[in-house]
């Protein structure tokens, strides 16, 4: 069989503290309803349930497997309530330790502690993009959605984004909540209000974008914004398709929390875009684009990212990252994938635990 060699894979927009889900996630007591209540009775238990240990097995978890699966670029947005100030330090170790090339931010919210907790996570932001030396780890700012912060939180970020010269990264009309928030705020939709209140700078990250109509999806990439579609997330979530997406080539794919397994990402976008009478064709654009988005942070260095395997195979034999081989003969070579696994088992036990007690 002949080898082929090519780019390593981006995962543009997801989640590495949601890394232990396929380790048993519980299931809420009660089947939500909508959107909300998924958040509610699901990922924001989850989040809240997070500390320092469990973090830290969830992203090595989650690193190792995008890697054997030939992703070497990772867009996370990260939330921990109960575990704000290092928590990004904690997965940026993770990631330059495992040999992965990572955008990072703390999604700032006020749905647990009011303003306070939004500034808590903004600080851990700033923090981090100050601090942070290590060469395959960039910081940005972010925010959870707009639904879930104030004006003036959103304010605060984007004086953020012009102090520190980072974009954002938030979660944009997801669900048809999010623009309803907006308008009731006086806004005719999320985009408007970040344009507004000065948080879109050139280069942000908006992920999702579902209930954008075409023209808001046109204003935001015209100020130079990047959308994410995670197909796997959203057809899970029931929150619909992103047709207004097709207005502009400044959208990649992201998992939005799924394994990074972006083969996977793009088979459920090619269905979706059938389905929903779409071209499935954009979904390799997609792909593709998020390396583009990536080389924004690590400018033509990503060229030496890449994955090599024999015609058939799955799996890659071989991935490189700026040069360094972090999987050979088809097995990680930055860490032991046995004891990574152990560790995230024993973790998501207690995890587990710890959520269930939570209200």
């Given at each position: 069989?002949?080898?082929?060699?090519?780019?390593?894979?981006?995962?543009?927009?997801?989640?590495?503290?949601?890394?232990?889900?396929?380790?048993?996630?519980?299931?809420?007591?009660?089947?939500?309803?909508?959107?909300?209540?998924?958040?509610?009775?699901?990922?924001?238990?989850?989040?809240?349930?997070?500390?320092?240990?469990?973090?830290?097995?969830?992203?090595?978890?989650?690193?190792?497997?995008?890697?054997?699966?030939?992703?070497?670029?990772?867009?996370?947005?990260?939330?921990?309530?109960?575990?704000?100030?290092?928590?990004?330090?904690?997965?940026?170790?993770?990631?330059?330790?495992?040999?992965?090339?990572?955008?990072?931010?703390?999604?700032?919210?006020?749905?647990?502690?009011?303003?306070?907790?939004?500034?808590?996570?903004?600080?851990?932001?700033?923090?981090?993009?100050?601090?942070?030396?290590?060469?395959?780890?960039?910081?940005?700012?972010?925010?959870?959605?707009?639904?879930?912060?104030?004006?003036?939180?959103?304010?605060?970020?984007?004086?953020?984004?012009?102090?520190?010269?980072?974009?954002?990264?938030?979660?944009?009309?997801?669900?048809?909540?999010?623009?309803?928030?907006?308008?009731?705020?006086?806004?005719?939709?999320?985009?408007?209000?970040?344009?507004?209140?000065?948080?879109?700078?050139?280069?942000?990250?908006?992920?999702?974008?579902?209930?954008?109509?075409?023209?808001?999806?046109?204003?935001?990439?015209?100020?130079?914004?990047?959308?994410?579609?995670?197909?796997?997330?959203?057809?899970?979530?029931?929150?619909g398709y992103p047709s207004a997406l097709n207005q502009t080539d400044r959208v990649a794919l992201g998992s939005d929390g799924y394994p990074a397994v972006m083969s996977d990402e793009l088979d459920?976008?090619r269905e979706e875009a059938e389905a929903h009478g779409d071209l499935p064709a954009r979904g390799q654009k997609a792909l593709?684009?998020?390396?583009?988005?990536?080389?924004?942070?690590?400018?033509?260095?990503?060229?030496?990212?890449?994955?090599?395997?024999?015609?058939?195979?799955?799996?890659?034999?071989?991935?490189?990252?700026?040069?360094?081989?972090?999987?050979?003969?088809?097995?990680?070579?930055?860490?032991?994938?046995?004891?990574?696994?152990?560790?995230?088992?024993?973790?998501?036990?207690?995890?587990?635990?710890?959520?269930?007690?939570?209200?």
């Amino acid at each position: 069989m002949t080898g082929m060699t090519q780019p390593g894979a981006v995962n543009a927009h997801t989640h590495l503290y949601s890394g232990l889900a396929p380790l048993g996630l519980p299931a809420p007591a009660k089947e939500p309803e909508s959107f909300v209540q998924i958040l509610e009775s699901i990922w924001w238990r989850l989040d809240r349930a997070l500390d320092e240990p469990s973090l830290r097995a969830s992203a090595r978890y989650y690193i190792g497997e995008a890697l054997l699966a030939g992703t070497t670029g990772l867009v996370d947005h990260h939330e921990s309530p109960n575990f704000i100030e290092g928590s990004l330090d904690v997965i940026a170790d993770a990631c330059q330790d495992m040999g992965v090339r990572a955008v990072l931010c703390y999604g700032a919210t006020e749905r647990n502690g009011g303003r306070e907790e939004a500034k808590r996570g903004l600080l851990e932001g700033r923090r981090f993009i100050k601090a942070n030396r290590r060469p395959l780890v960039k910081g940005v700012i972010g925010l959870h959605a707009g639904f879930t912060v104030s004006d003036e939180t959103i304010r605060e970020a984007g004086n953020l984004c012009r102090e520190l010269d980072t974009v954002l990264h938030v979660h944009v009309a997801e669900d048809a909540s999010d623009v309803a928030d907006a308008r009731d705020r006086g806004y005719t939709d999320p985009v408007d209000r970040l344009v507004k209140l000065g948080a879109l700078p050139e280069g942000s990250i908006l992920a999702h974008g579902i209930h954008l109509t075409p023209s808001q999806v046109r204003m935001a990439a015209d100020r130079g914004a990047w959308f994410v579609q995670n197909p796997r997330s959203n057809r899970g979530n029931k929150v619909g398709y992103p047709s207004a997406l097709n207005q502009t080539d400044r959208v990649a794919l992201g998992s939005d929390g799924y394994p990074a397994v972006m083969s996977d990402e793009l088979d459920v976008f090619r269905e979706e875009a059938e389905a929903h009478g779409d071209l499935p064709a954009r979904g390799q654009k997609a792909l593709v684009q998020g390396r583009t988005l990536l080389e924004s942070f690590f400018a033509d260095v990503i060229d030496n990212d890449t994955v090599t395997q024999e015609r058939g195979e799955p799996l890659p034999r071989r991935v490189t990252v700026g040069g360094k081989a972090v999987v050979k003969d088809g097995r990680l070579v930055t860490a032991d994938l046995h004891a990574v696994r152990n560790d995230a088992q024993r973790e998501a036990v207690v995890l587990w635990e710890r959520m269930r007690a939570l209200a």
